[in-house]
C-alpha cells in the first residue's frame, strides 16, 4: 500500500526518475563500500519518500513528523554505532551521482526539537519587514515570553513558525547557493559530488525544509517581567554567515531569549543571504542569494572585482547599512519602550562575525560613543577587512568582545586558500587587546573537536553532509555542543552585565 500511495505521487515519480538519471555506480566502488553503508541509504530513501509524498496532506502533519523524527533519528543512531560511518562513505560519495543521493536522502528537515535553552522564560518569535526604509530587510525577532504558556502550546505545531527557509523564496536562494558552490573551481570535490550544477536538482533536497518547525511561540504577549516596567530587555542584533539566512541559528537566538534578551536577527540585502524581498517596490522585488562566484569574481550581474578581499569588502560594507537601518528601527519599534539601548550587543557567524565587527568598530551616536556595547562573533571571516587587520593596529573592538573559534575552521576551503586564519585572529585579537594580553575586555576561545557548522542550525538538519566536508565536529557530540556554545556566549554576557537575569549557576568559560 504505501509503494502504491508513493506511486500516485507525480512528483515523487518525477524524483525516482531524476535520482536514477543521477547515479551512476560501478562495481568495483559497490565492493569497496561496506554492506552497511548501502542498506542506510536504502532505509533513508524510503523515509525520505514517504516525507515527500506527504508534504502537502497537512492532515497528515503527525505522520509526516513522525518520519521526520524516523530520519533524525536513524541518522544520529548510525552515527553513534558506527563512529566512522562518513568516512567510510567518503570514497562511495565521489562517484558520480551519489553525492547528490546522499545529499538527498541525509538532510532532516524540522527537527529543531532537540535542545532546549534553560533560561527563565519561554521563546515568542515574530517575523517583521522593515517597510519604508531603503532595501527592506527581513527581521525574525526572538524574545522571553510566560514560561507555563510556552510549556503548554510549544509542541502544538500550530502554535509555533515554520522555518529554516522562507517560503518558496527561501528554497529558490538554497538552490542557487547549491549552484555557484558547485561550480565554484576552488571547491573540494566532496562539495562538487554533493552539489549538483544545476539549481532545480536542489529543490527535491531543500523543498521540505518550508515545513521545518521552532520551539518558540508566534507573536505571544511579551512577558510581563518587562511589559510592566521592572525590567529591560537587553537588545541583540544577530548577522548570519554567507549564504545563510536569519532562520538559521535558532539554537543560538533562542537560549538568550530565554534569558531575557530580545534577539533581532537580520537576513541582509546585499546578495549573501539565501532570501528577502524589496518591500519598497510594488510586487515587492524578490533579493534571492546573489553573491560571488569564486570561479570569476564577478556577481550576477557580472561586476568584476580585482580580488576577492575587494568583493567581501563591499559585501560587509553593505552589510553595515543594513544594520544601520535595522538600528533605526529599534529605536523606533513597538518594544523600544521595554529596551535597555545601553546594553546593545552585536553578535554574528562568518561574514556575519566580521560583520559584528565593523559594526561595533564604526557604527557610533552622535557624541562619539559606539553604538554597540558588546560584540560576539562566531568564526569571524576576515577576508574582507584582512589587509586592514593585518596592516594597521588601529583595527579593532574596543568594547567588551567575545571571539569563537572552531578547530576546523583554519582548514576550510575558504579560509586555508586565501589567507591563514590563525595568524589572523592573532594579530586582530593582538590589536584588541592593545598589548595587554589579560584585558578582561577581550576573550576567545579555541574551541576544540568542532567545526564551521557546530555554530548554526546545520548540526541539526544535515549532520553527516557537515561532517563528510570537515565542517562539524563529531555528530554524537552535536548536541553537547550546542549546549555549549549557547552557554559561553550566555556566560560571558553576564560577566559583563548584559543581561537582565543572573545565571542560575556561575560558569566558567573553559576551553572545551
Same mark, same amino acid.
Given at each position: 500500500?504505501?509503494?502504491?500511495y508513493?506511486?500516485?505521487?507525480a512528483?515523487?515519480?518525477? !524524483?525516482?526518475? *531524476?535520482l &536514477?538519471?543521477?547515479?551512476?555506480l560501478?562495481?568495483n566502488?559497490? +565492493? #569497496?563500500v ?6 542506510i541509504? !536504502?532505509?533513508? *530513501?524510503? &523515509?525520505k519518500m514517504?516525507?515527500i509524498?506527504?508534504?502537502?496532506? +497537512? #492532515?497528515?502533519?503527525a505522520?509526516?513528523s513522525?518520519?521526520r523524527m ?11 554505532i558506527i563512529?566512522?560511518?562518513?568516512d ?9 551521482g ?7 536522502v541525509m ?10 535553552p534553560d533560561?527563565?522564560y519561554g521563546i515568542?518569535?515574530k517575523?517583521i519587514?522593515?517597510k ?8 525574525l525577532?526572538?524574545y ?9 502550546k ?6 509555533t ?7 518558496e523564496?527561501?528554497?529558490e ?6 549552484a555557484i558552490?558547485?561550480?565554484s573551481?576552488?571547491?573540494?570535490p566532496?562539495i562538487?559530488s ?9 529543490k527535491?533536497?531543500?523543498?521540505d ?8 511561540l508566534?507573536?505571544?504577549e ?7 516596567g521592572?525590567k529591560k530587555?537587553?537588545p ?10 536569519k ?8 537560549y ?7 534577539v ?5 540585502t546585499?546578495?549573501s543571504?539565501?532570501?528577502t ?19 570569476t569574481n564577478t556577481?550576477d550581474?557580472?561586476r568584476k ?5 575587494e ?8 552589510r553595515?547599512?543594513?544594520i544601520?537601518?535595522?538600528y ?10 521595554y529596551?535597555?539601548i ?5 553578535y554574528g ?7 559584528a565587527?565593523?559594526c561595533s568598530?564604526?557604527m557610533k551616536?552622535d ?6 556595547k558588546?560584540c560576539?562573533?562566531?568564526d569571524?571571516?576576515?577576508?574582507g577587512?584582512?589587509s ?6 588601529d583595527?579593532?573592538?574596543?568594547q567588551p568582545l567575545f571571539v569563537?573559534?572552531?578547530q576546523?575552521?583554519k ?9 591563514d586564519?590563525?595568524e ?6 593582538q ?13 576567545d ?7 564551521h557548522m557546530n555554530?548554526?542550525d ?6 553527516v553532509i557537515?561532517?563528510?566536508l570537515?565542517?562539524?565536529g ?12 549557547s552557554?559561553m556566549?550566555?556566560?560571558?554576557m553576564?560577566k559583563h552585565e548584559?543581561l537582565?537575569v543572573?545565571?542560575?549557576q556561575k560558569?566558567?568559560?573553559n576551553n572545551?
Amino acid at each position: 500500500m504505501a509503494l502504491l500511495y508513493l506511486g500516485m505521487q507525480a512528483k515523487t515519480l518525477n !524524483l525516482i526518475s *531524476i535520482l &536514477l538519471g543521477q547515479v551512476n555506480l560501478e562495481a568495483n566502488i559497490l +565492493r #569497496s563500500v561496506p554492506c552497511y553503508s548501502i542498506c542506510i541509504l !536504502l532505509v533513508l *530513501i524510503t &523515509l525520505k519518500m514517504l516525507k515527500i509524498s506527504l508534504m502537502k496532506f +497537512r #492532515s497528515h502533519f503527525a505522520l509526516f513528523s513522525l518520519l521526520r523524527m524516523l530520519n533524525m533519528l536513524f541518522c544520529c543512531f548510525i552515527s553513534i554505532i558506527i563512529p566512522n560511518f562518513e568516512d567510510s562513505l567518503a570514497e562511495f560519495v565521489l562517484t558520480d551521482g551519489v553525492g547528490y543521493l546522499l545529499m538527498f536522502v541525509m538532510i532532516n528537515n524540522g527537527m529543531y526539537f532537540i535542545i532546549d535553552p534553560d533560561g527563565p522564560y519561554g521563546i515568542g518569535v515574530k517575523d517583521i519587514i522593515l517597510k519604508g526604509k531603503r532595501k527592506t530587510p527581513r527581521i525574525l525577532v526572538y524574545y522571553p515570553i510566560d514560561k507555563n504558556e510556552y510549556d503548554q502550546k510549544v509542541n502544538d505545531p500550530n502554535e509555533t513558525l515554520g522555518l529554516l527557509v522562507e517560503g518558496e523564496g527561501g528554497v529558490e536562494g538554497q538552490c542557487r547557493a547549491g549552484a555557484i558552490i558547485h561550480g565554484s573551481s576552488d571547491a573540494h570535490p566532496l562539495i562538487i559530488s554533493l552539489c549538483p550544477k544545476n539549481p532545480a536538482m536542489f529543490k527535491p533536497i531543500v523543498e521540505d525544509f518550508k515545513y521545518s518547525r521552532i520551539r518558540a511561540l508566534v507573536s505571544s504577549e511579551l512577558h510581563k517581567d518587562f511589559k510592566n516596567g521592572g525590567k529591560k530587555l537587553t537588545p541583540v542584533i544577530f548577522s548570519p554567515g554567507w549564504g545563510s539566512s536569519k532562520n538559521m541559528y535558532a539554537t543560538n537566538t533562542r537560549y538568550l531569549a530565554s534569558y531575557g534578551c530580545i534577539v533581532f536577527a537580520i537576513s541582509h540585502t546585499e546578495g549573501s543571504n539565501e532570501f528577502t524581498c524589496d518591500y519598497n517596490q510594488d510586487p515587492p522585488k524578490k533579493l534571492t542569494y546573489n553573491h560571488l562566484d569564486a570561479k570569476t569574481n564577478t556577481d550576477d550581474h557580472g561586476r568584476k572585482y580585482k580580488d576577492r578581499e575587494e568583493f567581501f569588502s563591499i559585501s560587509v560594507d553593505q552589510r553595515v547599512k543594513d544594520i544601520e537601518t535595522l538600528y533605526e528601527y529599534i529605536l523606533e519599534c513597538d518594544f523600544a519602550q521595554y529596551l535597555d539601548i545601553q546594553k546593545l550587543v552585536m553578535y554574528g557567524h562568518s561574514l556575519g562575525g566580521i560583520t559584528a565587527i565593523e559594526c561595533s568598530r564604526t557604527m557610533k551616536a552622535d557624541s562619539g560613543e559606539p553604538k554597540f556595547k558588546a560584540c560576539v562573533a562566531l568564526d569571524p571571516y576576515y577576508m574582507g577587512k584582512l589587509s586592514k587587520i593585518m596592516q594597521n593596529d588601529d583595527y579593532k573592538v574596543e568594547q567588551p568582545l567575545f571571539v569563537v573559534t572552531s578547530q576546523t575552521f583554519k582548514d576550510s576551503p575558504i579560509t586555508r586558500d586565501y589567507y591563514d586564519n590563525e595568524e589572523t585572529t592573532a594579530k586582530f585579537l593582538q590589536n584588541c587587546r592593545g598589548g595587554n594580553k589579560a584585558n578582561p575586555n577581550v576573550q576567545d576561545i579555541a574551541w576544540k573537536n568542532t567545526g564551521h557548522m557546530n555554530q548554526m542550525d546545520t548540526w541539526v538538519h544535515s549532520p553527516v553532509i557537515a561532517r563528510l566536508l570537515n565542517f562539524m565536529g563529531p555528530i554524537n557530540e552535536a548536541v553537547e555542543r550546542a549546549h555549549e556554545l549557547s552557554k559561553m556566549v550566555i556566560t560571558f554576557m553576564d560577566k559583563h552585565e548584559m543581561l537582565p537575569v543572573k545565571l542560575h549557576q556561575k560558569e566558567k568559560m573553559n576551553n572545551s
